[in-house]
C-alpha cells in the first residue's frame, strides 16, 4: 500500500502563492504519474496537474502559466507552486498516484491512491 500525505494549504489573499507537499509513503513503484487535483465547495472533483515518472506535465487550462508541477529525484514527493492566485481556486487539494506507468493520466479513475486533501482558500 501507498499512503499519500498534503501540506502546505491555508488562506491567502487574491495574487498571492502557495506551495503544496504530496509525501508518499509505503511500497513504492518508481514508473507512476503523481497528481493534483482539486475539490471547489458543492462541486466535483476536478484534474489540476500532473507529472510522470519522466518529468513530462500536463495541467489544466485554467491554471496553466499560473501552477507549477514538481517531484524529487527520489520521486515519492510531488509539489504543486501556485501563483497569481484567484478565488476560483479555493478548493480541497488532494495529491494522487498511479500504480502504474500510464502516459499523462487526467482522470480520477486512473489514479489508485489518493491523500485526505489540504484546503486552499483565496480570499479577495
Known amino acids: 500500500q501507498v499512503q499519500l500525505a498534503e501540506s502546505g494549504g491555508g488562506l491567502v489573499q487574491a495574487g498571492g502563492s502557495l506551495r503544496l507537499s504530496c509525501a508518499a509513503s509505503?511500497?513504492?513503484?518508481?514508473?507512476?504519474?503523481m497528481a493534483w487535483f482539486r475539490q471547489p465547495p458543492g462541486k466535483e472533483r476536478e484534474f489540476v496537474a500532473t507529472?510522470?515518472?519522466?518529468?513530462?506535465?500536463t495541467y489544466a487550462d485554467s491554471v496553466k502559466g499560473r501552477f507549477t508541477i514538481s517531484r524529487d529525484n527520489a520521486k515519492t514527493t510531488a509539489f504543486l507552486q501556485m501563483d497569481s492566485l484567484k478565488p476560483e481556486d479555493t478548493a480541497v487539494y488532494l495529491c494522487?498516484?498511479?500504480?502504474?506507468?500510464?502516459?499523462?493520466?487526467?482522470?480520477?479513475?486512473?489514479?489508485?491512491?489518493w491523500g485526505q486533501g489540504t484546503q486552499v482558500t483565496v480570499s479577495l
Open positions: 507529472i510522470n515518472w519522466n518529468g513530462d506535465t
Open positions: 509505503g511500497r513504492t513503484f518508481s514508473r507512476n504519474a
Open positions: 494522487a498516484r498511479t500504480s502504474s506507468a500510464i502516459a499523462s493520466p487526467t482522470m480520477t479513475w486512473q489514479y489508485d491512491y
